[in-house]
């Protein structure tokens, strides 16, 4: 039988994260993964599943010695963002360098993050990875909690992650209750060469059924889409011809790139916001999409779990050097606390601005468009929402 002080279930983007911030701390961490990432080289045609880095989770990715790797791999910063109302007179945009900051994030692969982190924590000597394992069972005693794999093994923890994702194995086995809500939408994302340049701007456009994202890949007419919608409407949009498909892309993004050509398969996948009633318990902690999920909106969700493990990493570091028991309820309750309330001003934030802007009512018409317009022409209110964007208002102490 091993025995660690943590044990993270998921190597995703968030586990990792999480692994490599406890390095140092005189920890012995093991991460449990389905499957090892994919180690091969990125193809031409860039990964369906990207991520909208902001600034917060690039200091976090620094800090952990895995920024420059991430860079080298594939990243394309974005300048400026633009977000409008189709067929009508509200829109906001700003850049970065209005207001001092070198660019607003980054658009990188999701494939791209998790092999430079994997790559990190496998080099650290307090991390042990463990692929492909499945979690069995977890028995919870009173100073450690006992892991089964499928394969046999056993191993204990003084405290257990869960970073399994949305459908978490060990947030349902410790019978943790889940509130979550459909959103009514299914996300279709794409790789579309365009016949403009992007400038490197990332955009966002309302329509009366959907929301439709173009983010910047480094190439100047290549972007990720994120394209919410009714689920028939996704599936019937992903099933047509490229050239049905490339019109229809361009007249809902009101021909603002020009002609667009899809350069890669499609893929829809359902839209639901969760939300666990507890981010912790004696023994347990949630992050990243085991606690929350939230909808693409604003590309939140893996800053949001960026953030979760920043949160942890500190709290355990502080716990650890006042010589406490990191797996106490009784201390956890202060992560808790905090990425609770995170998670909460997101997801409510993320539900109404979709309120707001869906469909095609007249009033709440004029009241979206009235607001972007304010938004865009009031002082002081553009410095805020960049600083939001980037995620300078909910950074953890240690990464101010």
Known sequence: MQSFDVVIAGGGMVGLALACSLQGMGLRIAVLEHQEPDASAL?????????????????????????DDILARRASAYQGMEVWDRDSFGKIAFRADEYGFSHLGHIIENKVIQQALWQRASQLPDITLMAPVTLKDVAWGENEAFVTL?????LTARLMVGADGAQSWLRQHADIPLTFWDYGHSALVATIRTEKPHDSVARQVFHGDGILAFLPFSDPHLSSIVWSLPPDEAQRLAGLGNDDFNKALAMAFDLRLGVCEVESHRQTFPLVGRYARSFAAQRLVLVGDAAHTVHPLAGQGVNL?????AELASELKRLQRQGKDIGQYLYLRRYERRRKHGAAVML?????FRDLFEGNNPAKKLLRDIGLTLADNLPGVKPTL???????????????
């Open 150 to 154: 499928e394969d046999g093994r056993m």
């Open 386 to 400: 960049v600083r939001q964007a980037m995620g300078l208002n909910d950074l953890p102490e240690w990464l101010s």
């Open 348 to 352: 409510a934030g993320m539900q109404g």
């Open 43 to 67: 193809g031409e045609c860039p990964e369906l599943r990207v991520s909208a880095i902001n600034a917060a989770s690039e200091r976090l990715l620094q800090h952990i010695g895995v920024w």
């Open 305 to 309: 779990g960026f953030m979760d493990a």
